[in-house]
């Protein structure tokens, strides 16, 4: 990737229901709207604009699985079935990069990197995608995204009440799609998400015991190398230790706990068999001519 962006816990990302047709603000009328003097309010529809143009930018500057990549079959065969909810379309992709992460944006696009997919079996993946529709579903991020807006394309604060709708640099767009991966939801926000995400994998026929178990996963990399990165991920985000105690409290509560054990991780394209070609071979006859 040209910005790396290591965000340990698919569990912190962006998204938002909106609908993707809509214009972008201006800088200027940003400004305003941050001093509080302009009546324009950025909208869902702001927000997906902004984010569809974002994630395409994203998209462009990072190596992207391609459909018959083995990430992308395993991927497809998950969230085939799970395109829309709530009324959200949705699209997945895998970015091929080891770092354990996963986001999605306020137009409903959702990336996935293989370092998460990696680590995390298919119960696992589907709890911690389900969290992410859930901040979909939950409209958490028109705010964040509004702030990513104003953190990264905002080139001076004036004041404007002209509403003149002004396009984006690639080098915007870019930084806004970082912005979108770094911010962070409030604490209500992601345990809100947590419950979706319980509600998604029970709902669907799920094993919901994965929740818990994506959380111990996160829980144990924030024990080990990576345990100066977690802290300070968890100074903003509900401890992961208590949100799979939580997430085993409900499943307690249903009748359904059981203490889950990962299943095998494929993904590697599977191998398909191809046939020898089958020669045959004519029998020369000869009769000899009676002289």
């Not at 979909?136 to 702030?147: E, G, M, Q, S």
């Not at 905002?154 to 984006?168: F, I, P, R």
């Not at 094993?207 to 903003?236: C, H, P």
């Not at 054990?261 to 045959?280: D, F, G, H, L, R």
């Amino acid at each position: 990737m040209k910005k790396r962006i290591i965000v340990l816990g698919a569990l912190f990302a962006i998204l938002s229901l909106t609908k993707a047709n809509a214009q972008i603000l201006s800088d200027k009328t940003m400004g305003a709207l941050g001093k509080g003097v302009s009546g324009f309010t950025f909208s869902d529809a702001d927000a997906a604009a902004l984010a569809k143009q974002s994630i395409a930018e994203l998209d462009a500057n990072n190596p992207v699985a391609d459909p018959k990549n083995g990430y992308s079959i395993r991927l497809d065969r998950l969230f085939g079935k799970h395109t829309t909810s709530e009324g959200v379309t949705l699209n997945y992709k895998v970015y091929l990069v080891k770092d354990i992460n996963a986001f999605a944006c306020a137009d409903g696009s959702v990336r996935v990197f293989a370092g998460l997919m990696d680590i995390m079996d298919d119960n696992q993946l589907l709890a911690v995608i389900g969290h992410e529709i859930g901040h979909v579903v939950n409209h958490d991020t028109r705010d964040a995204i509004k702030a990513a807006y104003k953190k990264e394309a905002l080139m001076d604060v004036a004041s404007s009440q002209s509403g003149k709708v002004e396009a984006l640099t690639q080098s915007q767009l870019g930084q806004i799609g970082s912005a979108m991966i770094d911010s962070k939801h409030s604490r209500k926000q992601e345990s809100e998400a947590d419950n979706f995400s319980y509600d998604f994998m029970k709902r669907n026929g799920y094993d919901v015991n994965a929740v818990e178990s994506a959380f111990r996963i996160l829980q144990n990399l924030s024990e080990g190398a990576e345990a100066s990165f977690m802290t300070k991920m968890m100074s903003s985000h509900p401890d992961s230790g208590k949100r799979a105690d939580t997430a085993k409290k409900r499943a307690t509560k249903d009748g359904l706990y059981h203490a889950y054990e990962q299943q095998k991780i494929v993904n590697t394209a599977p191998v398909v068999a191809v046939k020898k070609a089958t020669t045959t071979t004519t029998k020369k006859t000869s009769t000899a001519k009676k002289k």
